[in-house]
């Protein structure tokens, strides 16, 4: 859509302003809740219930932030949430690193070694994607227990990435789909086998599509909570179920702006990390995942 | 000593077979080129000398050892691909040593190679660069480089010229030549351009819907194709493909071409006439005549017993700069012509022409097969 | 050598295709034809335990009376039958219909209108990219709150709107049980249609360039090029949205909890919440299995087609 | 000898409360591992406990009421603890019903904690006041009389937040106050298919949906403290619910009997529906586990957890024989009008918190009960007949 | 009356200047082809013409109405893109029409011109398929097609045949003479292929690095090249460039080519000498002259003054079927020669040939222009 010829008369200039005017009420729209969340955890509770949603603070404190971070309640302990933020990570990152991993050997494997039956492998894999996960709650929760599993953070993780590889699979397949098949005979012919290949030649090349698994792959784990509550200790709860236990006590006096600060501090890791690598989304997206 | 071989190979992809009982063997230094319209199978023999494709029947041979159930790796096989493959992650220095390094070549050794590779194809200044920072002709050279590190029994070259521009190519055409002049290997080598096939090959295989029609000299494919896909197959324009009537006269055989109420005639040389040819006479053929047959009459024309004068309406002039390009009137056909361009021609002139029937060949008009 | 080429029958194949020569594959040559698949094994083997092992056993715990806890006790497809005579299962089904169709509809629209309108050389792209992508980084466990208050007539939009001066303006669909199941649309359209611009927008920079210029000296309009030209090509793209949108739309659970709970009454119920209600809080388990099957059936007519169109245009490709 | 106890109270005063417990377990040399799960009213940790039942790796105690302790019972899963309630005396401390709550086969299974009244009618005395009010109603046709003056008044009669919860909570008041006792027993006890379509269920029926017009149009998927929050700030006259309004009242710096009051829902003032909270012991295997699960047992009756744990709660003791000089005069009232009953026989445990019925029973009665209060087509007869019918399905 | 004329455009992109002060002007029914590197701005030049990219300066007339600032649909414009740009989700049909539609043609008519150029380029039966079930040569004439439905003032055509292969390319060329000798339309065309613009072109305009070095008949352009770069550019193999000096002799002025002790002498033809070259006299100068112009002798070469003989040493013989290429010592250097098939040539023969100095042509050596 570049280089077109955009005569600058009035009414073009005027279809630009539209644009721009279109994309900035868009953009508030979708920060609108977030807003939202942010004007409320800075406020305190009087200035909540005194004014309405989108009235700015009579004073800003910092003091929710705070208290959620390492003084709010979850059950009897009153810690903060900031401690089950490491739980998540310790979740979190061997989930993503291991199926991301596995994803991509699995894509490698279906797309660059041709063997019978390999659409079928793959769309088998596929369908894991659409099972909903509140029907394998009891069946996990029993296999979790045969392993000996139950309530440990590797069970965690094995649930996180047996039900990932659905998606990374799919990702780095429709990613290496696209890469030349020549790279890899020319490897071959000069000797590499099949993990030399993979680790010389393809996964160099693949940065674009690990960010895109990876983003997706850690929202998914960070945001979960069925799992996570259903599968997890005292010891080993992610920070959803802290902030859930936050948020949802109906019993008792509610402090919103606390609420809000937790729900914020829960959420920040996946913010940052979209924003921080959001262009290589779009990117990634564009190198291959998209293709029906 | 036959450096590859090939034995009644058959490939299926599915229920389509590609490969059609191939067998072809291949002397050690010898400059193989394949060629054939896309889909013929040409990258297909290769991927299967090369174990990148398993073959459904048949043996292949290297070095006089069988080779059939070898990985690629395995075969001492080394290979350049039309979009060169290279390894976009690597530097030019890391794509040439990559299979010493695999074949465990110490390092001293390999860096002494890759130099001397280098050198050889005049890429030393560029080793240190990714190959998306270096230009068609110079990946070329760098994937020409790859395989030539490795000194293997086998080069396979799979249309390597081909995304290169017309300059670009006559360079790289002449340095390949070169290249196997002083290295002497074995190449397998496919490509589309003529020129290509005619001036490197020491034979030329050529291949059609998975079959092999005709593998001969060059010289021996361009003048003594076997059927008429083959000769109209090599050579641009193609040969004229004219129908004629084969006919008993004075001068012994000759083609009676246009009008049977006012035919042209030309003499079919005496010395290439067979017994076979006589089960023809009074049948229509082909004659096949290449453009360059047709073309201005020279002095020495006339004293050629194989030399007909022809004198004909042009209707289109093509100046190429080095030739005229020509479509006369021949019989009830328009054919193709080439003269020279100190010639004045326009369309619609009669040109005073001539006819060289030495390397005229006939061809069965239902069964396309040669026949004299 | 010949001999061996000699001595072996030339019908052999028919029978037998070159046995001869498979005997003589050596480790490496097994090791690269095997390799491939005992690295998909693990995978396979998970997919076959967890997901189809899991969907089995859903099954047959579909065909028991299972209460708070799983038993084998069968009763035929009596857990079916209930099924579908309970009012609130066809609620939830109805509202899954009208759910699905809008949320992907509007995220379609949405989405390609934004993905369009970024494309015209915008400043800041990359920002406003982010803005409209950050929604899918959130869960509703987080934004659940926010989205109830914004929509609560009594606090949210209807309240600010009020309060600017319009005061016979009127937002209620979050208590109105007509329309409850409309503000999850509005909400899941806000998580996904970022995403599903991403997606558009990266199908629209893949577009060949020279395909719009085509259009261009075709003396097509923009909006014209857009919807005659560009927007077909897209097709491919299209299909992934709407089958992660659809994924989403059938999976939709916590969008629910959050923000209507799935009232008022059960006015917005969806199948994913009913499935959990029925199992979890109200002991019915065999009943909540039945549902899950009937869930999987709507993803299976969904998504068996799609399949079956990528693996057939695999082939064809 | 960990002992982890899984339980939904997780709002501060409850959780300060859970920690008086878990200091008493530690000076007994126990470690307390504290599994909290917030969450509509239990659901979501009940859930967990269900997977971790399955997994063959259930807590030592969990948060578990009503039939749901015999469905756990009946599945095998809970160990007795009857040495405890013999040692201490249990039968002396507690009323009939809850010990047989506590029972399965014979065998105590659970501890109460406490004792929730549910048919409470709260009351914002200044708008009454404000809205020439000057009695609380203690009949229905005086609710809806002074509903009527308080509309007029331009102040909202009935705060409520309309969750399916809630919605059972306020119908299932309103049942016991126009139908009386017995009538509760059969429809929301027995579940008996007459009562259940009957004309008084019909009579019941209409005067719920008649609550509609006196609350505000906002009240779907309300919390009920946000409802609680109505009547502090002087929005809203009434509310009916439990006694844990009375911790969001009071955290507000009420007073009860002065700045709130306090009353038996119409109707009921003389009968008490109550919601016991109670903690399942699981079975659990070596002779330490065994050892802390006694003590957690003993612990969870010693009056100073009863007493610390009801304070914050709202609610009162499940055993009878504490001083209540520190509770409140609502929490007063509580225990006596709980003994009350009890001799009167006009106890009656609540549906729509799981003291009742099986949970499938009483979702299928929430599922009608919500839809019709939310519907604008159903007719009371409708739903009567649906109700009726809902309840035979789950069955 | 000028179809088309570009006058001192200018186009750049950010820092880098892509055209630089170009200027020229297309008669009606004209046929310029442009030729030049890659990366020379040919497609940018188009683009502009097209309107697809605004210049930086100058201005565009078509058909006498300056158009600088016009869209592209409002200039009277089709173009054939190198990568055809069929729009894939349409019927051949619909991508023909499309244009018609745009310029809201009623229906009938509409029809019935895709009816028509369907006709003309023989696609009749492809009508209803999508480009994705076409061949490279199909997608090639629905492209053609779809420019020619509109009937527009000025057609351009970027690498048209690029894409195809050799046999193809012959064929569509022939096509696109023909059409555009029916049509007598209009026609930019931008080709990498000698051939092509030697047999297509009325003129041909040469481009390098953004400047317009030369705009000329083909003829002009192969036989009359304005420096080195052109001369080079044009031909295939390419011009020998041979250092020579100038000197005066009794024939008046010649060559001296080789070694200063024993040089071989080439007097270039009387009648092309100006006054001059004699400035140049007793300097060293570049000789061009094309591989056609070192040949087997002819018996008429003897009769031409301006055909030299020359005995020479073969070093490389590529025989091309039509003709052998060869490499041949002349002076110090190699030239390339062409020869007739019929010569039977060995490397390392000596070799009888002739020097065919009409067309020499003489260049400055360090500024690259033409002296004669
Ligand atoms: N993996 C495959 N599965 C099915 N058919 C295939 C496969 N690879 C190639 N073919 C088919 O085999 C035939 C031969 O293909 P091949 O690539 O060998 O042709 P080619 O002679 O190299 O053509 P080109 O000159 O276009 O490169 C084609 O018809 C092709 O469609
Ligand atoms: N959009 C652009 N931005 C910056 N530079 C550009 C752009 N388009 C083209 N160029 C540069 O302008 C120069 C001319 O490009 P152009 O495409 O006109 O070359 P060309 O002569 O058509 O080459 P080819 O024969 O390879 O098609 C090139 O150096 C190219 O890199
Ligand atoms: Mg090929
Ligand atoms: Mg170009």
């Not at chain 2, 021949?330 to 002139?349: H, I, Y």
Request: proline share 5%; with cysteine.
């Amino acid at each position: 859509m570049d280089n077109v010829i955009r005569v600058q008369t009035p009414g073009a200039l005027l279809a630009r302003g539209g644009i721009y005017a279109a994309l900035i009420f868009m953009a508030v729209v979708y920060l609108a809740p977030l807003l939202v969340m942010l004007l409320t955890s800075v406020k305190t509770l009087e200035d909540i219930r005194a004014g309405n949603l989108l009235s700015l603070p009579r004073e800003i404190t910092f003091q929710p932030w705070l208290h959620a971070w390492s003084e709010a309640c979850t059950g009897i302990r009153c810690e903060g949430i900031g401690g089950y933020v490491w739980n998540s990570v310790q979740i979190v990152v061997p989930a993503v690193v291991i199926s991301t991993a596995i994803g991509a050997l699995n894509g490698y494997a279906l797309t660059k070694w041709r063997f019978k039956g390999q659409e079928w492998v793959f769309g088998m894999l596929l369908f894991g994607c659409f099972i909903p996960f509140q029907v394998i709650l009891l069946p996990m929760a029993q296999t979790l227990g045969w392993l000996g599993l139950g309530s440990t953070t590797t069970g965690l993780v094995l649930v996180h990435v047996v039900y990932g590889i659905a998606f990374t699979t799919l990702f780095f397949r429709n990613y290496y789909v696209n890469v030349p098949d020549e790279l890899i005979a020319a490897a071959k012919l000069d000797g590499a086998g099949f993990f030399r290949i993979f680790l010389r030649i393809l996964l160099p090349v693949s940065t674009p599509i690990i960010v895109v698994t990876v983003i997706w792959q850690f929202t998914q784990v960070w945001n979960d909570f069925l799992f996570g509550v259903a599968y997890s200790s005292h010891e080993t709860q992610p920070v959803t179920v802290a902030l859930n236990n936050v948020v949802n006590s109906t019993t008792g006096v509610r402090e919103y702006n606390v609420d809000m600060a937790a729900a914020m501090i829960a959420a920040l890791p996946t913010l940052l990390v979209y924003v921080l690598a959001g262009k290589y989304f779009v990117r990634g997206l564009t190198a291959g995942s998209v293709k029906g | 000593m036959s450096a590859l071989e090939i034995r009644n190979v058959r490939k299926d992809f599915g229920r389509t077979r590609v490969l059609r009982e191939v067998s072809l063997s291949i002397d050690s230094g010898e400059f193989l080129i394949l060629v054939g319209p896309s889909g013929c199978g040409k990258s297909t023999l290769m991927n299967a000398i090369a174990g990148l494709e398993p073959v459904t029947d048949g043996s292949i041979l290297i070095g006089n050892e069988e080779v059939t159930w070898r990985t690629p790796a395995e075969r001492d096989i080394a290979m350049v691909f039309q979009s060169y493959a290279l390894y976009p992650s690597m530097t030019v220095r890391q794509n040439i040593a990559f299979g010493l390094e695999m074949r465990k070549v110490p390092k001293a050794e390999r860096e002494a190679t890759v130099e001397r590779v280098a050198k050889l194809l005049q890429i030393t200044p560029l080793l240190d660069r990714k190959p998306s920072q270096l230009s068609g002709g110079q990946r070329q050279r760098v994937a020409m480089g790859r395989a030539i590190a490795r000194q293997p029994t086998v080069y396979l070259f799979d249309e390597p010229l081909s995304n290169l521009d017309a300059k670009l190519r006559v360079e790289m055409r002449t340095e390949i030549k070169k290249l196997h002049q002083t290295l002497g290997t074995t190449i397998v080598y496919v490509t589309h351009d003529q020129i290509e096939a005619m001036t490197l090959a020491d034979r030329i295989a050529v291949m059609r819907e998975g079959r092999l029609l005709q593998l001969g000299t060059p010289d021996e494919v361009y003048n003594d194709p076997v059927d008429m896909f083959v000769a109209s197959f090599m050579g641009s324009p193609s040969m004229n493909f004219i129908p004629a009537q084969l006919v008993r006269d004075e001068h012994g055989i000759s083609l009676a071409i246009g009008a049977a109420s006012d035919p042209y005639r030309l003499p079919f040389p005496a010395a290439r006439t067979t017994p076979d040819l006589d089960a023809w006479v009074g049948r229509r053929v082909v004659l096949g005549l290449r453009p360059e047959h047709i073309s201005e009459r020279t002095p020495w024309g006339e004293e050629d017993a194989n030399t007909h004068p022809l004198t004909t309406e042009v209707t289109v002039a093509e100046p190429t700069g080095a030739d005229i390009l020509l479509r006369v009137r021949l019989g009830e056909d328009e054919v193709n012509a080439r003269v020279s361009p100190k010639q004045n021609v326009t369309p619609g002139d009669r040109l005073p022409l001539q006819v060289d029937m030495a390397r005229a060949v006939l061809f069965d008009p239902e069964r396309e097969t040669r026949i004299a | 050598m010949n001999t061996r080429a000699s001595v072996q029958p030339r019908a052999g194949h028919l029978f037998a295709p070159n046995s001869a020569s498979r005997v003589r594959r050596n480790g490496a040559y097994w090791l690269q034809a095997w390799l491939p698949k005992l690295v998909l094994a693990p995978s396979v083997a998970a997919a076959l335990f967890f997901v189809y092992g899991f969907m089995l056993w859903t099954f047959v715990l579909s065909l028991t009376n299972s209460r708070m806890l799983p038993s084998y006790e069968f009763v035929g497809f009596a857990q079916y039958a209930r099924l579908l005579s309970n009012d609130r299962w066809l609620v939830a089904s109805t509202n899954l219909v009208i759910f699905g169709a809008l949320f992907i509809a509007i995220c379609l629209a949405i989405g390609i209108v934004l993905a369009i309108l970024l494309d015209q050389r915008i400043r800041h792209e990359g920002a406003i990219r982010t803005i409209y992508l950050y929604p899918m980084a959130l869960s509703f466990i987080v934004t659940g709150v926010a989205w109830k208050w914004i929509l609560n007539p009594g606090l949210g939009i209807q309240q600010v709107v009020r309060d600017w001066g319009w005061e016979s303006f009127t937002f209620d669909w979050l208590v109105n049980p007509d329309m409850a199941v409309y503000t999850l649309v509005i909400a899941g359209v806000w998580q996904a249609s970022g995403f599903v611009m991403a997606l558009f927008l990266a199908g629209l920079r893949a577009v060949d360039d020279s395909i719009i210029k085509a259009a261009q000296l075709d003396g097509a309009s923009l909006p014209r090029i857009y919807w005659r030209v560009v927007l077909p090509c897209l097709r491919p793209v299209l299909f992934s949205a709407v089958m992660i949108l659809a994924h989403i739309a059938i999976k939709s659970f916590d969008l629910v909890v959050a923000l209507t709970g799935g009232g008022p009454g059960y006015a917005s119920d969806l199948p994913a919440t009913f499935m959990y209600d029925f199992s979890f809080s109200r002991s019915q388990i065999g009943m909540g299995a039945a549902s899950a099957m009937m869930m999987l059936a709507g993803v299976l007519a969904i998504i068996v087609p799609y399949l079956y169109s990528e693996l057939r245009s695999r082939d064809r490709g | 000898n960990n002992v982890e106890v899984l339980h939904w109270w997780t709002s501060g005063g409850e959780a300060r409360a859970v920690g008086v417990l878990k200091d008493l377990m530690e000076e007994r040399g126990h470690q307390w591992r504290d599994f909290a799960v917030a969450g509509g009213g239990g659901e979501s940790a009940m859930t967990v406990l269900r997977s971790r039942a399955v997994a063959g790796n259930p807590p030592v105690a969990a948060q578990i009421k009503g039939p749901d302790i015999q469905e756990w019972g009946s599945l095998g899963f809970l160990g007795e603890i009857n040495t405890v309630a013999k040692e201490v005396g249990w039968q002396a401390l507690l009323p009939e019903v809850i010990i047989e709550a506590m029972q399965h086969d014979g065998d105590y299974v659970a501890v109460p904690v406490n004792v929730h009244r549910v048919n409470w009618f709260w009351a914002n005395p200044e708008v009454l006041a404000a809205a020439g009010v000057d009695d609380m109603p203690t009949t229905w046709e005086a609710f809806f009389e002074a509903a009527e003056a308080i509309k007029e008044a331009g102040y909202i009669p009935l705060a409520h937040g309309g969750q399916p919860w809630q919605d059972a909570t306020v119908f299932e008041s309103m049942l016991l106050g126009i139908g009386g006792v017995d009538f509760y027993r059969q429809a929301m006890v027995e579940l008996d298919q007459e009562a259940l379509a009957s004309d008084t269920m019909i009579e019941v029926l209409k005067n719920f949906k008649r609550l509609r017009d006196y609350m505000d149009p906002n009240a779907p998927g309300r919390e009920w403290n946000a409802a609680t929050q109505m009547v502090v700030n002087g929005q809203a006259a009434f509310q009916i619910m439990g006694d844990w309004a009375k911790g969001e009242l009071t955290a507000a710096g009420l007073t009860a009997g002065e700045d709130f009051l306090c009353m038996g829902v119409p109707g009921t003032d003389h009968t008490f529906t109550y919601n016991v909270d109670s903690l399942a012991m699981f079975k659990v295997s070596g002779a330490r586990a065994r050892e802390a699960q006694l003590d957690l047992a003993r612990l969870s009756m010693e009056p100073a957890f009863q007493e610390a744990f009801n304070l914050a709660k709202g609610s009162i003791p499940a055993r009878m024989d504490l001083d209540m000089s520190r509770f409140d005069s609502c929490a007063v009232k509580s225990m006596a009008d709980f003994k009350a009953s009890a001799d009167a026989g006009t106890l009656v445990p609540s549906m729509a918190h799981g003291m009742a019925v099986s949970s499938d029973a009483q979702g299928a009665i929430f599922d009608v009960v919500t839809n019709y209060f939310n519907s604008r087509r159903m007719t009371a007869e409708e739903a009567a007949e649906r109700l009726a019918r809902a309840v035979r399905a789950a069955g």
